[in-house]
């Protein structure tokens, strides 16, 4: 148990090096007149055909993204453990929930669904740094929210060395 605890720490330590990497490379690299590495509304700003040029129209994008974000997030992280682990866990032979073509046209709307929204969401990424560093925030900030949700809905027994503990947490937990 304390193995993968381990080895999740030295993931995210390394990720996080990675991360570091990536931006300072990017710093060092970057072309000083570059459009993608500025911030805020702009003149030349135009996202699906939709101009960016002011502070309020900036402001009713980032609403727009945060909301559809906390949307989308939130949607995904409950529809796709339910239908990933009915439809790819090879130990569930039966399925009581669902028919198959329930299942099927479920999972196949919910992707197809997503995978529309993931081309809108690449376009509108791409305009600028900013407005991509904005809308992770809002997918993990609801990350944090729907990950506690599901966290809450587990039960969590410390497991100790000590076997007489490990039994007494047991019979307290029943």
Not at 46 to 67: D, W
């Amino acid at each position: 148990m304390a193995d993968n605890k381990q080895r999740l720490k030295h993931c995210i330590i390394i990720n996080f090096a990675l991360l570091c990497l990536i931006i300072v490379i990017i710093m060092i690299m970057k072309e000083p007149n570059d459009k993608y590495l500025r911030m805020g509304p702009n003149e030349d700003l135009s996202i699906m055909s939709v101009k960016i040029n002011t502070k309020l129209r900036y402001v009713f994008l980032q609403i727009f993204i945060a909301f559809t974000e906390f949307t989308r997030v939130t949607i995904k992280e409950i529809a796709n453990p339910i239908l990933g682990f009915n439809i790819y866990n090879p130990d569930k032979k039966v399925i009581t929930e669902f028919n198959k073509n329930e299942l099927q046209i479920m999972a196949n709307s919910m992707w197809f669904i997503n995978s529309l929204i993931s081309s809108f969401y690449i376009i509108i990424t791409i305009s600028q740094l900013d407005i991509a560093i904005l809308k992770v925030i809002y997918s993990e900030v609801t990350t944090i929210y729907t990950i506690r949700m599901l966290l809450n809905e587990k039960q969590f027994i410390k497991e100790n060395n000590d076997e007489t503990e490990n039994i007494e947490l047991i019979s307290n937990h029943v």
